[in-house]
């Protein structure tokens, strides 16, 4: 009967310290950009307020009328929530809407260069014409960005392929908005969720464990370590325990049509139907 | 020798060989009013008048402890938070499940005697979950809230209904999620509905009929005082339910009650005013329920800081002289001390980190700072603490409580019409996340895994002295903790979490003497009891009701 029961005698490692001050730290992130990006090099990636302002107008005089004022008129479509029949990047919206959909069920629609991007920048900041509209560009090039230059693939997994030490992307099209991706891109260390922040332990023999944590309480932590096992340690076991918040991944530098791929690319990784 | 003739009676009764009317196994008024002299049962919520969840059990020492072992398991087969607390009465525990259920259990082996089922109207709403806390016991009846808000009696003997009364409409956002509160031939409810715009109210009936004797209502009708600290109708709508159990001094004769937030909960700009007695603790008479005073924590509360906490009373010297006191950790993030005779304010601190205010001046009103908007504000929605009951132990003389930690909350105001029956909010809420879209604590855990983590809150029990309010130790969580407290006559303290470890500490020092690992959150507080000359602590984690006793 005397199941489930262990025995500790142990005070809280001195671990906690440690977590409070990220903590403090990153509450401070919250309000606060991050000193080395400037503002003009998310614009790189961004369409203006201009654009989506004016894309607002095009809208309501070109689209509403089937697509209604909120974007969900046509079934199947919801513009503003950016869920489409198909994954399109921003040209296929563009394509889509100058040269119309066969057989009438979408017509073409003449427009300039200028108007359409305000469509496309309207669309992609969610219908809200404060918001922000990330540039979604081409998803071929962006999967060969990703297992190419970009070497997305040499830590991250997708659909049964590469590596489990970065998460699995599978379904990050359908958890994540572009903006976020976007932000994962440009700055990894600001949008790393804390759960997935690497962590390095050191037992009491020795031994020093590195990898990503998956889950953690008072009293144990559990992680993938380096060598792709899945580890469950017990603190009071360990001599040392860090959780960084610097993540291991590092910022992009690819070219802003790059990124723009790359997002395209991840949007179409919508896991398992 | 009184166990044994009461086994020996309970047999008698299941045999069919006695009436129930004649059971020593009654729990009369007389019985609860010293509670505390019998121990070996846990015969209220709080398990005496004063709230204190102390025990005077101590078989279960901080040397013997390691030797817990599972006794019995009770799996709950409904889901959602189990909230509830048992009773324990000569060997039968009491104690209710999702949505309305009440079992009679054999407190020894965990095998159920009776059940009886209330299926709310479909109608019912609540903010946050089915809940129910547990059944009040007096003489041979058994007494359940219900979500549809209705008190039900129910014969103890069998779990028939004896009597069953409509508390509040149902339509109108009504609700019981509290167990009830009996004293002499009352049992007294409070209602739910802070989040429906609600006009929230205390009520008693004739525990034998189900009679309605008096009513209390928690915002001032015209004519009546404080009914200037509302404007216009806003006090048809004001809210300030009763959603838990409340104290009562016997040589006063008072019952004390925690109030609930004004609604709309985050557009205080909507409700000019104090908004009384939302956010307070009113003392009310127990025999006419007529206010004999008050006190308010969280004046025209724009954050949902619902004083709906257990009113510990306890009997120390305060600045020399004994005296009658009220220890409160409010859910808005100061600990206070109360004369309870008078309402009067003796001290308040806070116990976590607080921004909504820069402090209370003399009389314990606060000095708001209202944050910019966009801009966090400590503690967080679901305050640095809340409902789950802490305990005083009059052997170490501290006050222990599940405190939230480094949590905060990004509030957004907005207007809101009241219309009867919804939601009546007046804006939102985002909690505060180290970076932009993660995970954040909700009410209660759905998951095994801790994707938040303790970058956006940590739990900690604190020992507070109630003199300095200053944490004489401090147990820290990785999470966050919905857990109340137990202390014993031994100075063990047991209490849980939301990660599912079920902690013996050891009262003094805080130091951890004992855990298991349960594995469902823990959103509610221990409860011990003796039988047969052995001690048993019983706690709810996830689904299960789990008992400990000592290695046979």
Not at chain 2, 77 to 91: C, E, K, L, R, T
Not at chain 2, 446 to 457: A, F, L, Q, R
């Amino acid at each position: 009967m005397s199941v489930m029961i262990s025995k500790i005698r142990h005070r809280m490692p001195s671990f906690i310290s440690l977590s409070v001050f990220w903590l403090s730290s990153f509450a401070l992130l919250l309000s606060t950009t991050e000193p080395g990006l400037a503002q003009s090099s998310y614009a790189d990636h961004q369409y203006t307020s201009e654009d989506i302002e004016a894309g607002l107008r095009v809208y309501i005089a070109e689209c509403a009328l089937c697509h209604r004022r909120n974007g969900s008129g046509v079934d199947g479509v919801d513009l503003r929530l950016g869920q489409f029949r198909r994954p399109l990047s921003d040209n296929d919206l563009r394509e889509v809407i100058t040269t119309g959909i066969a057989n009438g069920r979408m017509p073409g629609i003449d427009l300039r260069q200028d108007e359409l991007d305000g469509i496309v920048a309207y669309i992609r900041a969610g219908f809200d014409p404060s918001g922000v509209a990330v540039r979604v560009g081409d998803a071929v090039s962006g999967q060969m960005l990703f297992e190419g230059e970009g070497e997305c693939s040499t830590c991250h997994r997708v659909n049964g392929e590469g590596p489990y030490l970065a998460p699995d992307l599978s379904n990050i099209g359908v958890i994540r908005t572009p903006a976020a991706l976007q932000r994962t891109l440009l700055e990894p260390s600001s949008a790393l969720l804390p759960i997935n922040r690497p962590v390095r332990a050191v037992t009491r023999d020795g031994e020093t464990i590195r990898g990503r944590r998956l889950n953690e309480d008072t009293y144990t932590v559990q992680m993938i370590d380096a060598e792709e096992r899945l580890r469950s340690l017990i603190k009071a076991d360990l001599v040392e325990y860090e959780v960084s918040e610097t993540p291991t991944m590092e910022p992009a530098t690819l070219s802003s049509d790059e990124i723009a791929d790359l997002i395209g690319y991840l949007l179409t990784l919508g896991g398992l139907e | 020798m009184k166990m044994l003739q009461s086994a020996l009676l309970i047999l008698l009764v299941l045999a069919g060989l006695w009436l129930p009317s004649q059971l020593v196994g009654q729990v009369s008024y007389d019985r609860i009013l010293s509670a505390a002299n019998e121990p070996e049962n846990w015969l209220t919520y709080n398990g005496t008048y004063s709230s204190q969840r102390y025990s005077g059990l101590r078989q279960i020492t901080p040397s013997n402890v390691d030797n817990l072992e599972l006794k019995w398991m009770l799996q709950n087969q409904v889901f959602g938070a189990w909230q509830s607390n048992p009773i324990v009465v000569d060997g039968i525990m009491y104690v209710t499940e999702r949505p309305n259920d009440v079992m009679a259990v054999d407190a020894v082996t965990g095998r159920v005697f009776w059940l009886y089922r209330h299926t709310p109207s479909e109608d019912a709403r609540v903010c946050c979950g089915a809940n129910n806390r547990g059944v009040a016991v007096l003489d041979d009846k058994v007494f359940m809230g219900t979500l549809d808000a209705h008190l039900i009696a129910l014969d103890a003997t069998n779990g028939q209904p004896l009597w069953n009364v409509e508390v509040g409409d149902e339509n109108l956002g009504y609700s019981i999620t509290m167990a009830p509160l009996v004293v002499k031939d009352k049992v007294m409810v409070g209602v739910g509905g802070g989040e429906f715009g609600i006009r929230g109210f205390v009520i008693a009936y004739d525990a034998d009929t189900g009679e309605e004797a008096w009513r209390f209502y928690t915002i001032p009708g015209p004519g009546e005082p404080g009914h200037d600290t509302w404007s216009g109708d806003d006090w048809e709508h004001g809210g300030a339910p009763v959603w838990i159990t409340g104290s009562y001094d016997p040589e006063l004769n008072l019952t004390y009650w925690g109030v609930g937030n004004p609604g709309p909960d985050w557009n205080a700009d909507q409700r000019p005013g104090d908004n009384l007695y939302s956010d307070a603790v009113v003392a009310l008479d127990a025999d006419t329920g007529e206010l004999q005073w008050y006190f308010q924590f969280t004046p025209n509360d724009g954050y949902d800081y619902d004083s709906v906490q257990v009113p510990i009373l306890a009997d120390m010297d305060w600045n020399g002289v004994p005296s009658k006191l009220m220890l409160w950790a409010n859910r808005n993030g100061y600990f206070y001390v109360l004369d309870r005779v008078t309402g009067e304010f003796l001290s308040g601190t806070p116990f976590v980190k607080v921004n909504w205010s820069s402090g209370l001046d003399e009389n314990g009103r606060p000095i708001p700072t209202p944050q910019p908007p966009g801009s966090p504000t400590w503690p967080g929605n679901q305050g640095g603490t809340n409902w789950y009951p802490p305990s005083y132990s009059p052997r170490t003389g501290l006050f222990y409580v599940s405190a939230w930690e480094d949590y905060a909350t990004i509030y957004e105001k907005e207007e809101a019409e009241y219309q009867p029956g919804r939601m009546f909010l007046g804006g939102g809420f985002t909690v505060l996340t180290p970076v932009p879209g993660a995970p954040t604590i909700g009410i209660g855990r759905t998951s095994p895994i801790n994707n938040w983590t303790d970058e956006v809150g940590r739990g900690a029990v604190l020992a507070l002295d109630p003199h300095t309010g200053e944490a004489k130790w401090r147990f820290e969580q990785f999470d966050v903790s919905d857990s109340g407290m137990l202390t014993t006559a031994s100075d063990l303290l047991f209490t849980g979490g939301r990660e599912g470890y079920f902690h013996a500490l050891d009262a003094r020092t805080g130091e951890l003497l004992w855990k298991a690992s349960l594995g469902g959150q823990i959103v509610m507080a221990p409860i011990t009891y003796m039988i047969n000359g052995e001690q048993y602590v019983s706690v709810i984690s996830g689904h299960t009701l789990v008992t400990f006793g000592l290695r046979d």
